[in-house]
């Protein structure tokens, strides 16, 4: 069982529509981070959340850190072609030093 | 965002020998870097973290005199892969913290090791 469950794995939709992406834990996170990977690169940082109830907006796409800092989400909304790839959340744990726990990942796949 | 680079992006090497691969903070300084493992469609697996000036840390069940982590200075950090087998043939990321803060780490862009 992973620290930080991500949900769906897989998320194939059409372009326009919306699409949300849980992370999950029943740990509590000093900080969360969501990443997108396309094939053959490395993760790139979307957004980092800090405070419980934190919302955070980047153009189409909400972040949102739960109250009790175990928890996240985020949701496009007009998803594009573009928005294809994997994301990953990533949990900062302060017991665990400065590591990051990852998520599961989602695969996302927007046709056209 | 702070820039990490990784190099090389791919390498194909023969079986039984070693390879290393290059982790490098171009403008900040990085105390500390990890290296993680994907697999196909997977995530991101933590194999070490590396401490400038000081040992590897590894994670369980990872081969410490297999996969050898060397962070001589503030800006790099290497891991090289020994008496490589096809089984270690995998995407290695490498990925640095400017430490201040929240652990925002930026990642380099990956290695394709595919040994044969």
């Known amino acids: 069982t992973q620290l930080l469950e991500q949900s769906p794995q897989f998320l194939s939709i059409q372009e326009g529509e919306n699409l949300t992406v849980y992370c999950n834990s029943s740990?509590?996170?000093?900080?969360l981070q969501w990443y997108r990977q396309e094939p053959g690169e490395g993760p790139v940082l979307l957004v980092t959340?800090?405070?419980?109830?934190e919302v955070k907006k980047l153009k189409r796409l909400t972040f949102q850190f739960g109250d009790a800092r175990k928890d996240s989400s985020l949701h496009i909304t007009a998803a594009q072609p573009g928005d294809t790839g994997l994301y990953l959340c990533a949990g900062e744990l302060r017991a665990a030093g400065n590591k990051l726990t990852f998520g599961g990942g989602t695969r996302v796949l927007v046709k056209p | 965002g702070a820039v990490v680079s990784q190099h090389p992006s791919w390498v194909i090497c023969k079986s039984g020998t070693s390879v290393k691969i290059e982790c490098r903070s171009l403008?900040?300084?990085?105390?500390?870097m990890f290296w993680y493992r994907q697999f196909p469609k997977q995530s991101l697996m933590l194999m070490a973290t590396s401490n400038e000036g000081s040992k590897a840390t590894y994670e369980q069940g990872v081969e410490k005199d297999k996969f050898l982590i060397n962070h001589a200075s503030l800006t790099l950090s290497t891991l090289t892969v020994t008496s490589a087998h096809p089984e270690d043939s995998s995407f290695y990321i490498c990925s640095a913290s400017t430490g201040r803060g929240n652990t925002e780490a930026f990642f380099g862009q990956g290695t394709r090791l595919t040994v044969v």
């Open positions: 403008d900040f300084q990085a105390t500390t």
């Open positions: 740990s509590v996170f000093s900080s």
């Open positions: 959340v800090v405070t419980g109830g």
